[in-house]
């Protein structure tokens, strides 16, 4: 079984400051893990994903994450925070292969709100 | 840019009756998925389907529920006999690949059930 824990359900910051989600995942196969996106009245998008590849990870609109296997995290961060970034942040994971591909198990989600 | 179409985006009924939710996926995309989100929780998996059949279903997709490629554009699921614990917001997904777990979704359906 998989399972993934978003700490912090509202994270807060200035427009300019360092924005950090903190993710923690269990799997007990190598996971594949992904952070999405949902701005209001859309959709998830998907922000970038880890595949066993490159640990640090690098997505759309300045964001990256880094995939620490010993400490089963998954965090995402963004150096200087935009007004733009103000949205729902979901992190997931998944087990390659078999037929459970596009079964994802998603965090609870952390809703980022960027102040002036 | 393809993007994964959702209709209705709400729809309320009565308990009891039956609601079908539908979906346009990214065209040249093979594999289908529905999700949902009760409100508060955690976005759920409900079924992935490909090939014209359910590749994998969760414990919530029991026979109330079904879903259905009927002209080879639409992706549908059907809600047979509505409970208030089906309100939520339901969201289709679809993807090239099987296992980059890459998923576009879809905007949601919020289903209300009264």
């Known amino acids: 079984a998989q399972s993934v824990t978003q700490l912090g359900s509202h994270v807060s910051v200035s427009e300019g400051a360092l924005v950090l989600l903190r993710c923690n995942y269990s799997?007990?196969?190598?996971?594949?893990l992904f952070w999405y996106v949902q701005y209001p009245n859309q959709g998830l998008q998907l922000l970038l994903k880890?595949?066993?590849?490159?640990?640090l990870v690098k997505g759309i609109n300045g964001f990256e994450a880094e995939f620490k296997k010993s400490e089963t995290s998954f965090h995402l961060t963004k150096p200087s925070a935009h007004m733009s970034d103000a949205a729902e942040y979901f992190c997931?994971?998944?087990?390659?292969?078999?037929?459970?591909?596009?079964?994802?198990?998603f965090g609870q989600g952390t809703i980022l709100t960027v102040h002036p | 840019e393809p993007e994964v179409t959702q209709t209705p985006s709400h729809q309320v009924t009565q308990m009891g009756q039956e609601v079908i939710l539908r979906c346009v996926p990214i065209s040249n995309h093979l594999y289908f998925y529905w999700y949902r989100q009760i409100l508060g929780q955690k976005v759920e998996f409900l079924v992935s389907f490909y090939n014209n059949e359910i590749s994998e279903k969760s414990e919530i997709f029991d026979d109330q529920f079904s879903v259905e490629r009927p002209d080879g554009s639409n992706f549908t699921l059907k809600i047979r006999s509505t409970k208030l614990e089906d309100s939520a917001m339901y969201f289709c997904?679809?993807?090239?690949?099987?296992?980059?777990?890459?998923?576009?979704f879809g905007e949601g359906s919020r289903l209300t059930v009264l």
């Open positions: 997904a679809s993807s090239e690949q099987a296992y980059t777990g890459e998923l576009f």
């Open positions: 880890y595949t066993s590849a490159a640990t």
């Open positions: 799997s007990s196969v190598p996971p594949y």
């Open positions: 997931a994971v998944t087990s390659p292969g078999g037929t459970s591909y596009g079964k994802l198990t």
